[in-house]
């Protein structure tokens, strides 16, 4: 029997197999973070293609934390009917989605973030512009825009909830010694700088109750000088059992490794499952569900990482933005997704949001061989 379409569950959340779909930027709220009935079309389209769990695009838990325009909020409960209304399109397909719930820190693109703020002063960052370090008070407040935010999505009949602690936003900031340079009790030695997500995590734990899932995605390492490395990034995930996670989906890279988490080029086959070795380093340090991303194309590499133990669980990107309905076409036989990993997802024009633009594309034919670390 395929582990890839055998049922699961994350928590008390069943769930009917073994693909996630990862959270992608979908660019379909409007300016002030309302979603448009254009996302809520997305996500039932993919949860009419059979995937197990939908992780929403990253929405902004207060204004400050906007991380690009047409970025998805859920900074305010007059957005809870709203947002209730992506639930309800997933559930009427039969399927189940988790809000991803981030603050973009200093690594903002939005005009509408007049000073960007984040662990420590910084005079240039990507994507262009200065930060400044947060008080105490704000570090409070911000925990606390975590927690409302997670309680709004079990408002909105979210089945479970995300963290962004990856890819150099706020809380992947405060845990990495390149953006965090305190000399508090929010920086300095893991300890303290892996205070926040602890915080973060309780908090929201606190807001949603013991019974919905509280899942995390972690970047295992920053891949950039004086960053997060593996070792920490292991050590981060041995910690999350205590503050209440009850699955990790694993990641890295940051804004100055732009393209480092979303390589091109990927061939079926070759340089599939690109973030498996660091799983590898980080699987022994927890008990918790790994949910793994990154490059997966075909299903033998899907399922040879599921039987391996690597992971419990296939995320991906882009080949859903290729095709929707993915689960149900690799149910049926075909062996890998079309994705030709080029990354024109993005939109050309205000309103469009993300889709594929490479259909018709021929990519690199080669037989699903099993990619061994």
């Known amino acids: 029997m395929s582990m890839l379409f055998s049922p699961a569950s994350v928590g008390s959340l069943a769930l009917r197999n ?19 009935e254009k ?23 207060h204004p400050g934390g ?34 991803q719930i981030n603050h973009a820190g200093r690594q903002t ?7 960007p703020i984040g662990p420590s002063d910084e005079q240039v960052v990507p994507p262009g512009r200065g930060a400044r370090a947060m008080t105490l008070d704000e570090i409070e407040a911000t925990i606390d825009s975590y927690a409302q ?88 995930v041995s910690r999350l059992a205590g503050f209440g996670i009850d699955a990790v989906e694993l990641s890295g890279g940051v804004a100055e490794t732009a393209g480092f988490n979303i390589l091109s080029g990927i061939e079926i086959g070759i340089g599939e499952a690109y973030f498996r070795p660091w799983a590898k380093r980080a699987q022994p340090a927890t008990d918790l569900p790994v949910i793994l991303v ?37 149910a049926a036989g075909q062996p890998a997704a079309s994705c030709v990993s080029k990354n024109r997802c993005w939109p ?6 993300i889709s594929c633009k490479c259909r018709g594309v021929d990519r690199p034919q080669q037989s699903p061989s099993v990619v061994r670390p």
């Open 66 to 99: 906007k991380a690009h325009p047409q970025m998805t909020g859920i900074h305010d409960d007059d957005l809870i009917p709203d947002l209730q209304r992506l639930a309800d399109a997933v559930h009427l397909e039969g399927g189940r989605i988790a809000a």
């Open 149 to 236: 935010a997670a309680r709004r999505a079990v408002e909105a009949r979210f089945d479970a909830v995300q963290i962004h602690a990856a890819h150099g936003y706020l809380v992947s900031q405060f845990l990495s010694p390149l953006a965090n340079r305190r000399n508090d009790e929010w920086g300095g030695n893991l300890e303290n700088r892996t205070r926040f997500l602890d915080s973060v995590a309780r908090a929201c734990r606190e807001a949603i109750g013991p019974n919905v899932p509280l899942l995390i995605k972690l970047g295992l390492r920053d891949e950039a000088p004086n960053g997060l490395d593996i070792e920490e990034g292991a050590d981060v």
């Open 18 to 36: 073994r693909l996630v779909r990862s959270a992608t930027a979908e660019m379909l709220a409007d300016d002030t973070g309302r979603p448009t």
């Open 348 to 353: 050309r024009r205000r309103g469009e949001g």
């Open 294 to 330: 990154g490059g997966f194309r075909s299903a033998a590499v899907m399922e040879e990482v599921l039987e391996s133990g690597d992971a419990q669980f296939i995320s991906m990107c882009r080949p859903f933005i290729c095709e929707p309905d993915l689960p149900d076409r690799l």
């Open 39 to 61: 996302l809520a079309d997305l996500y039932r389209e993919l949860a009419r293609g059979g995937v197990g769990l939908i992780v929403s695009g990253h929405m902004f838990v």
């Open 109 to 115: 693109r939005s005009d509408d973030v007049e000073q």
